[in-house]
């Protein structure tokens, strides 16, 4: 169930950017939680780069996002 939860959650985040809507990453950054706890409950260690550098993405974007306004 969490796996389509994300999947979900991963589609509504990429769709709102694709339409350059700042609420976008803040869904971004609860996607980032969701696949955070898959990688743990999963042992899937190899998604956990990626999921750092998500982490990054979304915040630096809120900030510069932010800066813009």
Do not use: P
């Not at 700042?22 to 409950?41: S, T």
């Amino acid at each position: 169930m969490l796996d389509l939860i994300i999947s979900i959650v991963t589609i509504l985040y990429m769709h709102l950017l694709s339409r350059k809507i700042k609420f976008g990453l803040y869904v971004g950054l609860l996607a980032q939680v969701l696949w955070l706890l898959y990688i743990i409950i999963n042992s899937a260690w190899g998604l956990l780069m990626l999921n750092i550098a998500l982490w990054y993405i979304c915040i630096a974007g809120i900030i510069n996002w932010n800066k813009g306004e």
